[in-house]
């Protein structure tokens, strides 16, 4: 199993260039999440899917459109790239909320972006 | 605002001595609070989590504390080795909610 993988592993952008950061899993889990990490702030969440079809807001979801594709694919998309979202981009899946233990995020291993 | 604040921001121990790492939060509809472990240029990895309904748990040489009436949980890591050295984040959800802290660099001294 390869767990969760992200692509690409790094990314370098101009401002107002889009792009869309891509993450699968294998583990068949139904929920997925989009963070940001920047230095000082810890994890914030962007996006999160809590289900097939469905998708909604985190903490930090301006700036940033997702996809849920089907249950193993959630990407990430920037539409006009800004300075301020120069961040490392972790995915995360998780078998579901509710249940003892099914909150286990697992994270990919991240995206470095950066927008010059 | 930070929903989850984590101090200190780092520590240095010596090999065998017993860090912790303090987390505290104001949402009471928090019922979830797993600690993770980050390592340099790799994503983070479940270490230990607790729920409200229980004051302590223990797996291996981690211990998560939990004060429910003070709204603070800490992690406290036992005989610390330096392979241990790492970032280590808190954090505390509500259904699929997720708020981490701003994380504790730890370095064990061998």
């Known amino acids: 199993n390869a767990g969760v993988t992200q692509t690409p592993k790094f990314q370098v952008l101009k401002t107002g260039q889009s792009m869309t950061l891509q993450c699968a899993q294998d583990?068949?889990?139904?929920?997925m999440y989009w963070y940001r990490q920047d230095p000082g702030m810890g994890l914030r969440l962007i996006y999160y899917s809590a289900s097939e079809g469905t998708t909604d807001k985190g903490e930090v979801p301006n700036g940033y459109n997702v996809s849920r594709l089907n249950k193993r694919e959630f990407s990430l998309r920037l539409e006009s790239a800004a300075p301020s979202q120069t961040s490392v981009y972790f995915c995360?899946?998780?078998?579901?909320?509710?249940?003892?233990?099914?909150?286990?995020?697992?994270f990919g291993p991240g995206t470095r972006l950066l927008v010059l | 605002q930070q929903q989850v604040k984590q101090s200190p921001q780092s520590l240095i121990v010596q090999k065998g001595g017993i860090p912790i790492i303090n987390c505290a939060y104001e949402?009471?509809?928090?019922?979830?609070f797993p600690w993770y472990q980050q390592f340099p240029g790799k994503g983070p990895a479940l270490l230990i989590a607790?729920?409200?309904?229980?004051s302590e748990k223990k797996e291996g040489r981690f211990t998560i504390s939990f004060n429910k009436s003070a709204k603070q949980f800490s992690l406290h890591i036992m005989d610390s080795q330096p392979g241990d050295s790492a970032t280590y984040f808190c954090a505390a959800s509500s259904g699929n909610q997720f708020y981490f802290g701003t994380g504790t660099s730890l370095t064990v001294i061998p």
């Open positions: 583990m068949n889990h139904n929920s």
């Open positions: 995360a899946s998780s078998w579901t909320s509710g249940l003892v233990g099914g909150e286990t995020q697992y």
């Open positions: 607790i729920r409200p309904d229980v």
């Open positions: 949402n009471t509809a928090f019922d979830y």
